[in-house]
């Protein structure tokens, strides 16, 4: 199994970015994917996840700003970060997991997931 996270890089507040996640290597037509951030001296944290039949899920800081999608024939996942804060200047991770509970709670719970990106640098100022 591999995710190979791109697309971070330093940006000004209000700017925008497109995170992409490459998967391959497992279920993936039943696999539930999602991102999650780190921030030094914080713990891993959810903010985006999107089920095997399309729903989503976001962190409440992110809704109406961040925007999960994936294209299949491609295998990626994908982060559209709009309106960029501070705040949101973390490690960005992409993850693939079987579905288990429903996707709000696999967000709180990042044990629940099964496979792990080596992340990608968001930077914001």
């Known amino acids: 199994v591999q995710l190979v996270e791109s697309g971070g890089e330093p940006v000004q507040a209000g700017g925008s970015l497109r995170l992409s996640c490459e998967g391959s290597g497992y279920d993936k037509p039943n696999y539930c994917m999602g991102w999650y951030r780190q921030a030094p001296g914080k713990e891993r944290e959810g903010v985006a996840a999107?089920?095997?039949?399309?729903?989503?899920s976001y962190k409440d800081s992110v809704k109406g700003r961040f925007t999960i999608s994936q294209d299949n024939t491609k295998n990626t996942l994908y982060l559209q970060m709009n309106d960029l804060k501070p705040e949101d200047t973390a490690m960005y991770f992409c993850a693939s997991g079987p579905p288990t509970g429903t996707l709000a709670t696999m967000l709180r719970k990042p044990q629940l997931w099964l496979n792990w990106g080596q992340g990608t640098q968001v930077t914001v100022s």
């Open positions: 999107i089920d095997t039949d399309g729903s989503t």
